[in-house]
Nanobody
């Protein structure tokens, strides 16, 4: 049973940056990947970004492309999501996920989520 723990959420102003981390309890198989998803109040959970463990290949949602960057450190068993040029509409609970690639909203393992609030 893989456990995922997110950290790094908080309150920031529009235009600022924030980096989220997701630490895994054990190393993944090379065929696995990491994903970040988010859920705003009253809205369904949506895909943000994913990265493959072996190749580092990334995919982003159109809404965050060019502003967010996902990467993983296999040695650290950690995934990161750097968020820049944050907007109020980025406010949500951000969830880390992991499992066989590609990681979708049906991923095998999920973290507990971390709140990101963008407000002036």
């Amino acid at each position: 049973q893989v456990q995922l723990v997110e950290s790094g959420g908080g309150l920031v102003e529009p235009g600022e940056s924030l980096t989220l981390s997701c630490a895994a309890s054990e190393r993944f198989l090379s065929s696995w990947g990491w994903g970040w998803f988010r859920q705003a109040p009253g809205k369904p959970r949506e895909f943000v970004a994913t990265v493959r463990t072996s190749s580092g290949t990334t995919i982003y949602a159109e809404s965050v492309k060019g502003r967010f960057t996902i990467w993983r450190s296999n040695a650290e068993k950690t995934s990161y999501l750097q968020m820049t040029q944050l907007k109020p509409e980025d406010t949500a609970i951000y969830y880390c996920a992991a499992g066989p690639a590609p990681v979708t909203d049906r991923a095998r393992y999920w973290g507990q989520g971390t709140q990101v609030t963008v407000s002036s």
